[in-house]
Nanobody, 123 residues
């Protein structure tokens, strides 16, 4: 059984930075895609970024491109989301998720989810 545990959320001012972590366990992830999603109050969960475990290729939502960076540490089975130049509209619960196969931005294509970590950006 795959387990995902996020950490690193918190309260930050506009323009600040946070680094989220997602520790994965329970499987060998070489064929997996790891994704970050977020959900703001009253809104649907949306794609933020993903990374293919095998080669490290990445893809970002337009809203975070140039500000957020997704990366992985193979030895620790951990994926990171470095978030810079944060804006109030980045406020949300951030989730990491895993799917086996090709990269996707579709929420429903991811099989396993973490519990989420709150990110709040004050103006």
């Amino acid at each position: 059984q795959v387990q995902l545990v996020e950490s690193g959320g918190g309260l930050v001012q506009t323009g600040g930075s946070l680094r989220l972590s997602c520790a994965a366990s329970g499987r060998t992830f070489s064929r997996f895609v790891m994704g970050w999603f977020r959900q703001a109050p009253g809104k649907e969960r949306e794609f933020v970024a993903n990374i293919r475990w095998s080669d490290g290729s990445t893809y970002y939502a337009d809203s975070v491109k140039g500000r957020f960076t997704i990366s992985r540490d193979n030895a620790k089975n951990t994926v990171f989301l470095q978030m810079n130049s944060l804006k109030p509209e980045d406020t949300a619960v951030y989730y990491c998720a895993v799917r086996e196969g090709s990269p996707s931005v579709v929420v429903g294509f991811y099989s396993y989810w973490g519990q989420g970590t709150q990110v709040t950006v004050s103006s």
